[in-house]
T-cell receptor, first 115, second 114 residues
């Protein structure tokens, strides 16, 4: 299994509070991604990173921000959590074309509940 | 823009029976195609992938998939299902450029009955 960890694994928070989820990899892969998984929607890309300090928006980025200060860590922040952000969040990594390995590998997920 | 359709939300098969899960994609060029499996409470595991070449690709756990350009399909098959195959299956399409972003289908839940 790819070396990807996510923390916390479970979190319950109140509406309006800030929340930060962490993804940590030990594979030294260039690309990192944050997805959310909701019933009936599959997985949808929130933000992704193509290098340290290089990030871009995905399909459902409103209400989320990210940061990547080191190759191994990719943080997802909900500045002011809302109930619509209750979801399971997955981090993924990919070596990309430079590594001749296009596929993405996924972490175990973080279940976030906003009350 | 890319999109993926998995028309079957839920499929039930008997153990030992054959399985085919459908996936149709929309993409303006030849895509990268993937199947992932997710067991309850777990992350996604890559089953197989298609990049180029032979249109019939083999994956882990005895799964295979066939890329049919004319039908924009990438259906997943297994000749004999085991009870441990019960899970949710996701088809995904990726662009051949940039950060390799994936677009996922909504998934098919597989139930296996004895």
């Amino acid at each position: 299994d790819a070396g990807i960890t996510q923390s916390p694994r479970h979190k319950v928070t109140e509406t309006g509070t800030p929340v930060t989820l962490r993804c940590h990899q030990t594979e030294n892969h260039r690309y990192m991604y944050w997805y959310r998984q909701d019933p009936g929607h599959g997985l949808r890309l929130i933000h992704y990173s193509y290098g340290v300090k290089d990030t871009d928006k995905g399909e459902v980025s409103d209400g989320y921000s990210v940061s990547r200060s080191k190759t191994e860590d990719f943080l997802l922040t909900l500045e002011s959590a809302t109930s619509s952000q209750t979801s399971v969040y997955f981090c993924a990594i990919s070596a990309g074309f430079s590594g001749q390995s296009y596929e993405q590998y996924f972490g175990p997920g973080t279940r976030l509940t906003v009350t | 823009a890319q999109s993926v359709t998995q028309p079957d939300i839920h499929i039930t098969v008997s153990e030992g029976a054959s399985l085919e899960l459908r996936c149709n994609y929309s993409y303006g060029a030849t895509p990268y195609l993937f199947w992932y499996v997710q067991s309850p409470g777990q992350g996604l595991q890559l089953l197989l992938k298609y990049f180029s070449g032979d249109t019939l690709v083999q994956g882990i756990k005895g799964f295979e998939a066939e890329f049919k350009r004319s039908q924009s399909s990438f259906n997943l098959r297994k000749p004999s299902v085991h009870w441990s195959d019960a899970a949710e299956y996701f088809c995904a399409v990726g662009a051949r450029s940039g950060a390799n972003n994936l677009f996922f289908g909504t998934g098919t839940r597989l139930t296996v009955i004895p």
